[in-house]
């Protein structure tokens, strides 16, 4: 006996069950409308058709969506300095980012973190290592609405980067690794008068600029290749997942395939992105990106990424509500079908990441699941269950 159109008991037949029903359910390759049943952390029964058990939940027609899988975000750091020189403490700014992701529907969350200073903010190494601290402390207490892993953002460049990587690469919750180089003139930066206008804003002028940008320069050509090196060997075998970041060319691109490194996080050339592609590798855009309809750094336009077939997953970046609305808009706009944009926020990212009891409905999986309504072609987030919990 289920809990779906058929002679049924008025009450479930387990008292730990959650029965959703009459919700637009999305599958990775298709929409309709049906009920969902949760017992315990697990997805039990996905059918069509509505409950007549009273205790089930009408969802009103509403999409019921898997939980977003979020592999880049930095919102931790947003929630640690939330005001210029208003540092917040640690361990409260992890909880508000917590719920700040789990409301906005992501319940599997990779906090982005700094391992490595270029000498511009050297929070950033502060705020890394004591997320670690937060994370191990909160980490499996069900005191966290989401899942929480680690994504170990290593800056290539910089001095300090393999011997802060060394006490946390082979932490529990590590699951990406990726290979920053966020020096001027390359990547993210390679318009260095953007460089120089950013650094402008934060109060750096003139000569003393200047001697910043040749600083930092020769400090990429002494360190980049040997560092990269040392932490390619150091990660190879571990249960890590590897991404480069802002590829620019067709050679960063083959470097980093000939490196077995295959997922490519936000591409910041076409160029880039279609050589990943050709190659097999895993494209990451930004969803905020998508949702400003344009990169806020000059770089390509996640639109025409979409558009283009080479994207393979979006990632919040710096804003945890971008990634039900990126997903939603790719069907808007671009003229995806449903089913496809948000496997680009829950299936492929799962997948990417090596999770696979999560980022699809279907029994057995985990019971991460999302509720959204469309207001017009906005969608809202209703309500969400992470592991079978009601947690927004």
């Not at 898997?66 to 403490?89: C, F, K, S, Y």
């Not at 917590?98 to 700094?114: H, I, P, S």
């Not at 934060?202 to 000569?207: R, S, T, V």
């Not at 160029?271 to 806020?296: W, Y």
């Amino acid at each position: 006996m289920t809990a779906f159109d058929r002679p049924l008991p008025m009450r479930a037949e387990h008292p730990h069950e959650t029965v959703l029903t009459n919700a637009r359910i999305v599958l990775p390759d298709d929409v309709f409308l049906g009920s969902v049943v949760m017992e315990g952390a697990r997805i039990t029964e996905v059918q069509p058709g509505r409950s007549v058990l009273s205790a089930a939940t009408d969802c009103e027609g509403d999409y019921l969506l898997p939980g977003a899988v979020d592999l880049h975000t930095d919102n931790l750091e947003r929630q640690v300095l939330p005001r210029a020189n208003a540092r917040w403490p640690s361990r409260s700014a992890l909880l508000a980012h917590d719920a700040q992701v789990a409301a906005a529907g992501v319940t599997t969350v990779c906090d982005a973190l700094c391992v490595g200073d270029q000498g511009f903010d050297k929070d950033r190494v502060r705020t890394f290592q004591e997320a670690v601290v937060d994370l191990d402390d909160l980490a499996g207490t069900g005191l966290l609405k989401a899942e929480h892993f680690l994504h170990l953002r290593c800056e290539l460049p910089a001095p300090d980067m393999l011997a802060l990587l060394e006490p946390v690469v082979e932490h529990r919750l590590a699951r990406v690794v990726s290979l920053m180089d966020h020096s001027p003139g390359v990547g993210q930066y390679a318009d260095l008068e953007r460089y120089r206008a950013l650094r402008r804003r934060e109060g750096l002028n003139g000569p003393e600029l200047e001697r910043r940008i040749l600083e930092l320069q020769e400090q990429r050509a002494r360190l980049r290749a040997p560092n990269r090196r040392t932490l390619l060997d150091r990660v190879a075998g571990l249960p890590v997942v590897l991404a480069s970041h802002d590829d620019e060319t067709e050679a960063d691109v083959a470097q980093n395939h000939e490196d077995n490194i295959r997922i490519a996080e936000f591409p910041v050339t076409m160029l880039a992105a279609r050589a990943a592609k050709v190659r097999g590798m895993d494209v990451i855009a930004g969803a905020p990106n998508l949702v400003r309809g344009g990169s806020h750094s000059g770089n390509v336009a996640a639109l025409d990424l979409v558009r283009e077939g080479v994207v393979g997953a979006f990632a919040s970046d710096y804003v945890p509500a971008s990634l039900i609305e990126a997903a939603f808009l790719s069907a808007i706009s671009v003229g995806l079908p449903l089913a496809r944009a948000v496997a680009l926020i829950t299936l492929n990212p799962a997948r990417m990441a090596g999770l696979d009891d999560r980022g699809r409905i279907e029994r057995g999986m985990r019971a991460d699941l999302v509720r959204v309504h469309l207001h017009g072609s906005a969608p809202v987030v209703r309500e969400v269950w992470c592991a079978g919990g009601r947690v927004a």
